[in-house]
C-alpha cells in the first residue's frame, strides 16, 4: 500500500543490510576449516563480519576485505566494530549491546550513547590519521585507503565529535535535528498517503514483512521505528540526541547546481531489525503463543548481537599493558570513556582492511589478488558491480553469495523475481553457476566457479 517509490523507501545510503548476518565460511561448499580471505562489497554493517568470526574453528585465520560506495558507510563499519570490539572490562556486556543496537539501528540515542559514539570518533579519527604507516588495529585497517579518502574519514569523525562546528563558516549552524530530517523522509516516501501513514506501516508488516516470515517484528516497535526512527528502546531513557552516525549528505541539482544538502538518506522501511533480528539458533526465542510470537525481533537482536560479542571475547589475545592500566583506572571515570584503538580486543588470526572505493576495478589488476578470496560478497545495491573480471580475484573453488531484493519491501513479487533473474545472469556472465539448485535459499543467492572446461551458454 506504500505510494513511494522503491528507490525513496530503501534510501541511498545503506546504513544496514537487506539480510540477517550469515557466516560467509559456511555457506555453499564447507572449507573444512582452513585459512580465508573473504571480500565484502557494500554490506553495509558488520554483521556478516561478526558472523563470520563466530564461527571460526579453532586457529583458523580470517581475513576480512571490505569495499563500500561512501566512505559515510566506512566510518560507520569503523564505528560498529569498534564498539564491537570494547572489552568487557572496560564496557558490561549489556551496556555494550545496548549502546552498540542503539547506534545501529536509531535515528536518535540517549546521551550516554551520544557520548560513547563521540569519544570512539574520536579515536577513530586518531587511527585514520595515523594508520598512514601501517594499521593501528587488525580490526580496523584503513591503511590502504587514498589520501584524500582517510581525509574524508577523519572529516566525518570530527563532525560526530563536533557536531555543531563548521569549516566554512565562522558563524555555527543550528543543529541538524534528526526528527524533521526522518519525517522529511517519510513525507517524500508516502506523498499524499501520509496523512494514512499507520495504514501504511500496517499493510508493510502484516501483509510484506510477515508474509516473508518475519512475524517475530512486533507491531508496536516497527511502527515506532516507521515514525520515528527508534528500533531499540532497551531500557528507559530519553531518546533525543541526534545519531550524528546515520547523517549523510545527497547531492540534488538545483537550477543548474549541484546541491548537497544534510539529512537521513538510508532505508525507512524495511528496518535494521533484518540484520540481527529475524534469525536464531535458539529456538526458545522463537515460541508462540494464540499464534503470537513471544520474542520480539529486539529480544533476538539482542541475544544475537551478544552472542557474537562473547564468541569475540573466546578469541581474544593477551590483554595488552595499556588494556590492564585502563582495566584497573579510577572507577569515577567510566572505563570505555578512555578506549584507545589499542586498548580494543585484539582478536586471534582475524583481520578486517577496507579498500579504496574504486577497488573492484583496480582489484583484477594487481597480482597479489590473483585468485584470492575464497568468499565473495555482494550487496542488492553493488551487484552490478560483479562482473567477468571478479573471476581473476576468486580463488579456484571460491563462493560468491549475492544479496537479493527479498526485504525490499517497495519492491513487488514481479519485480523482485526479475532482480534475482538479473543476479543469475550477470553471475552466470562472470562465469559462475548456481549451487545447489534445487535447493536455493530466496534471500541470497549462492553461486560456485564454472568449471573452466564447462561451456558457457546464457538464456
Known amino acids: 500500500m506504500s505510494a513511494g517509490r522503491a528507490s525513496e523507501g530503501a534510501g541511498c545510503v545503506t546504513w544496514w543490510g537487506f539480510s540477517p548476518a550469515r557466516d560467509l565460511l559456511r555457506v555453499g561448499p564447507l572449507k573444512h576449516g582452513r585459512d580465508a580471505n573473504v571480500l565484502l562489497v557494500g554490506s553495509g554493517d558488520p554483521r556478516h563480519i561478526l558472523k563470520t568470526i563466530a564461527g571460526l574453528q579453532g586457529k583458523q585465520k580470517l581475513h576480512v576485505w571490505v569495499v563500500e560506495n561512501s566512505m559515510e558507510v566506512v566510518a560507520r563499519q569503523l564505528l560498529l566494530l569498534y564498539l564491537a570490539l570494547v572489552p568487557q572490562e572496560n564496557m558490561g556486556l549489556n551496556e555494550k549491546t545496548e549502546i552498540f543496537l542503539e547506534v545501529f539501528g536509531n ?96 499493510w508493510d508488516l502484516a501483509i510484506k514483512l510477515r508474509g516473508k516470515g518475519c512475524g517475530v517484528i512486533s507491531e508496536q516497535q516497527y511502527i515506532r521505528w516507521r515514525e520515528q526512527g527508534l528500533a531499540f528502546e532497551m531500557r528507559e531513557g530519553v531518546y533525543q540526541t541526534t545519531n550524528a552516525s546515520l547523517l549523510s549528505s545527497r547531492v540534488y541539482s538545483q537550477r543548474g547546481d549541484k546541491v548537497a544538502i544534510r539529512g537521513y538518506w538510508g ?171 534445487e535447493d536455493r535459499e530466496d534471500v541470497h543467492a549462492v553461486f560456485i566457479q564454472q568449471k573452466k572446461e564447462k561451456v558457457l551458454h546464457f538464456n
Open 107 to 202: 535515528s536518535e540515542i540517549r546521551s550516554q550513547t551520544e557520548e560513547a559514539l563521540r569519544r570512539a570518533a574520536a579515536q577513530l579519527s586518531l587511527s585514520v590519521t595515523e594508520s598512514v604507516e601501517g594499521a593501528t588495529h587488525d580490526c580496523l585497517n584503513t591503511s590502504l585507503l587514498k589520501f584524500k579518502e582517510r581525509d574524508e574519514l577523519a572529516r566525518i569523525f570530527k563532525s560526530w565529535t563536533h557536531p555543531w562546528s563548521s569549516s566554512s563558516s565562522s558563524e555555527r549552524p543550528a543543529p541538524l535535528s534528526m526528527s524533521r530530517a526522518w519525517d522529511h523522509r517519510v513525507r517524500q516516501h508516502l506523498g499524499t498517503r501520509y496523512d494514512s501513514r499507520k495504514g501504511c506501516f500496517d
Open 267 to 437: 532505508d525507512i522501511v524495511s528496518s535494521p531489525y533484518l540484520s540481527f533480528g529475524i534469525e536464531t539458533d535458539d529456538q526458545s526465542l522463537l515460541k508462540t503463543h494464540n499464534e503470537q510470537h513471544i520474542k520480539t525481533a529486539q529480544d533476538l537482536s539482542v541475544a544475537n548481537v551478544q552472542e557474537l560479542f562473547q564468541s569475540l571475547s573466546s578469541r581474544r589475545g593477551c590483554p595488552t599493558t595499556s588494556q590492564l592500566h585502563t582495566a584497573a583506572e579510577d572507577s569515577a571515570t567510566p572505563a570505555h570513556l578512555n578506549i584507545t584503538t589499542n586498548d580494543l580486543m585484539h582478536l586471534n588470526g582475524v583481520s578486517v582492511t577496507f579498500l579504496p572505493l574504486d577497488s573492484l576495478q583496480k582489484l583484477p589488476q594487481k597480482e597479489k589478488y590473483s585468485h584470492f578470496f575464497n568468499s565473495l560478497y555482494f550487496s542488492a545495491s553493488c551487484v552490478h558491480q560483479l562482473g567477468p573480471t571478479t573471476r581473476q580475484i576468486a580463488a579456484p573453488d571460491a563462493v560468491l553469495v549475492v544479496e537479493l531484493a527479498k526485504y525490499i519491501l517497495d519492491l513487488n513479487e514481479e519485480q523482485e523475481a526479475g532482480f534475482a533473474n538479473r543476479v543469475t545472469s550477470i553471475a552466470l556472465e562472470a562465469a559462475f553457476e548456481r549451487w545447489h539448485e
